[in-house]
Every structure is written in structure tokens, then in C-alpha cells.
């Protein structure tokens, strides 16, 4: 199983259009410890050649342009990407879906709730129904992923609910104090190999590790895990913003109730932060935040990583 890091940044890149702090700054000026990265996604694949898409960035086209796994290959139109899987309707998850609507047989997995959403807003219509199919999945249910021409790609996922929130564009305030978050509102991934049952997880939002959670990944040979922020309020504090990571629904690297504390016992062989903010001090590669997260055993997922299982 082949996996492959399109995007490590959370919602607006590193360094974000319009952000001015330290870490944007530096980026923009070509600082080697401050490498650019565009919005989260992974891609997969069972043989190396055909992938499919775990959420897909506003920064498909720059993705797709910059890893040649994604390049057309034969024939005047052509492509690799046989699918995409989404894990929320959050904009960067799904606004890279527009680059896909050029006719392209496709087929689009994501729950019940999701697929609602998309069919609600037209301007999502421009992915033709004649080439793109979409896919229902239900929580708690494997589903193997097939490529465009019904063919196996030897891959499974199996969705499960994680603790979040409704994507923002989406909140309803006279919903009460969860803004309206249904389960299917934010999702993790769990990705098999059917064939020889190596699998990974892909958890890009989550507000706090459940006892749930904690079970599922107690043994799991890799985790690709929220790393939006280094602490709660970190974007408050830095005049960034006014909400803190738990109003998001993103739980921080640190801290006592943080997720490098929360995996300190948990039996995962390789730990990799992802969709990480331009806030975040983690991003420096020679950073005080960067050096403890590495001391504690886990990476910081960059643009172009690869990774065979």
C-alpha cells in the first residue's frame, strides 16, 4: 500500500494568503525551517499507479501538478485518480473537488450526511453524475474501494465517528452549544490492505481522544493524526483569531490533555501530526514545539512524503 502526503497544512496553507505572523513571514522568505505546504490530503494506493483521494484541498491542481504519481499518463485525457474519499465538508476537504469537474470518470465516497450537503449546493453539480459516481458509507461498515471501471483496487475503508464539529460554513448558532454536529459530521478513516491486512488510520479533525478511539488504534501500525495546533488557544494569544482550538474542534499537540499526552500509552508504531495550522510553532523544523514532538516519538508530515506499508 502506497501512501502519499499531497498536502500537510490545515485550512489556508503555510504560509496563508493573508496571514502576516512569524512563521508566515519566514516561509515567505525562503526560510529552510519554514518549508510552505499546501492543505491537507493523502493519497493512496494499492498498486502504485492508480490512487484514490483522501479529501480533497483547495490545492488539488498545485498537488496534482507537483507529484507526477497524479499525471495523466495515456491518451489525450487521462487520469490516475480513480477516487476521493472525504472525512467532513469542511472547505478545505472539499472545494479541491472543482478541479475534478472536466469529465473524468470518478468515483466520490463520503457518509450519508456529506453527500447531502454537496447535493445541496449546485455549484458542486459541475461533477457530472455521467462520470462521477458517488458513494454512500455508513459508520462503522468496511467498503471496498473500486475503480471507475468497477475493477478492485485491494483497498478497504472503514469510517468511524470522531469527536467534532460541524464543518463551519455549516454551524447553525440556534442549534445550541454544538452549532447542530451530527456523527457523520466528522469522520476518521481507517485504510486496509485487503490482501495482505496491513492497515493505517487518517484522523485530519478531532477534538479529543475517546476511550472509543483509543481502543480502535491501541496496535495500529501507523496513525495520521490531528496536529492543527500546538496549544488551545494559541491563535487567541498570537492576535490571529478569536476562537480556540476546542471551539474548532481540534484537540492540541500539547498539554496535559493534548494528543502527544494521549498516545504517551498507546501502542501505535508511527505517529504523524497532519493538517497543521500556520500558527503553529511545530511547523518550524527548528522550533522548541518541533523538538518535543519529535522527543516524544512523533513526525511532522511535509508535502511529498511517501510512505510503503
Not at 498537488?63 to 495523466?72: D, E, F, G, K, T
Not at 495550522?277 to 514545539?289: E, G, I, Q, V
Amino acid at each position: 500500500m502506497h501512501i502519499l502526503v499531497l498536502g500537510a497544512a490545515a485550512g489556508g496553507g503555510f504560509p496563508q494568503w493573508n496571514c502576516n505572523c512569524e512563521n508566515c513571514r519566514r516561509s515567505r522568505a525562503g526560510d529552510p525551517h519554514a518549508p510552505a505546504m499546501t492543505q491537507s490530503s493523502l493519497a493512496i494506493s494499492g498498486d502504485g499507479e492508480r490512487w484514490f483521494l483522501l479529501n480533497a484541498s483547495p490545492d488539488l491542481r498545485q498537488q496534482i501538478i507537483a507529484n507526477r504519481q497524479l499525471h495523466p499518463r495515456n491518451g489525450l485525457r487521462d487520469s490516475p485518480i480513480s477516487g476521493v474519499v472525504l472525512t467532513n465538508g469542511d472547505v478545505d476537504h472539499v472545494a479541491g473537488l472543482l478541479n475534478l469537474r472536466e469529465s473524468q470518470p470518478l468515483r466520490l465516497y463520503a457518509t450519508r450526511r456529506i453527500l447531502d450537503v454537496l447535493a445541496a449546493n449546485a455549484v458542486f453539480n459541475v461533477l457530472n453524475p455521467d462520470f462521477v459516481e458517488r458513494s454512500t458509507i455508513t459508520l462503522g461498515s468496511a467498503i471496498a474501494l473500486n475503480h471507475p471501471d468497477g475493477s478492485a483496487s485491494g483497498l478497504e475503508i472503514e469510517v468511524f465517528p470522531v469527536p467534532g464539529k460541524v464543518a463551519l460554513w455549516l454551524e447553525d448558532p440556534d442549534a445550541g452549544a454544538d452549532f447542530g454536529t451530527q456523527a457523520e459530521d466528522t469522520v476518521g478513516l481507517q485504510v486496509r490492505d485487503a490482501s495482505s491486512g496491513t492497515r493505517f488510520y487518517y484522523i485530519p479533525g478531532c477534538a479529543r481522544l475517546s476511550d472509543e478511539l483509543r481502543e480502535r488504534l491501541q496496535g495500529c501500525p501507523l496513525v495520521f493524526f490531528d496536529g492543527t495546533l500546538w496549544q488551545d488557544d494559541e491563535m487567541v494569544d498570537a492576535g490571529l483569531g478569536r476562537k480556540t482550538g476546542q471551539r474548532m474542534g481540534h484537540m492540541s499537540m500539547s498539554g496535559p490533555d493534548g494528543s502527544i499526552a494521549a498516545f504517551e500509552d498507546l501502542a501505535v508504531d508511527r505517529r504523524i501530526f497532519i493538517h497543521i495550522n500556520n500558527s503553529n510553532p511545530a511547523l518550524l523544523t527548528n522550533s522548541r514545539a518541533r523538538q518535543a514532538v519529535e522527543a516524544a516519538g512523533w513526525e511532522v508530515a511535509h508535502d511529498g512524503m511517501e510512505i510503503v506499508l
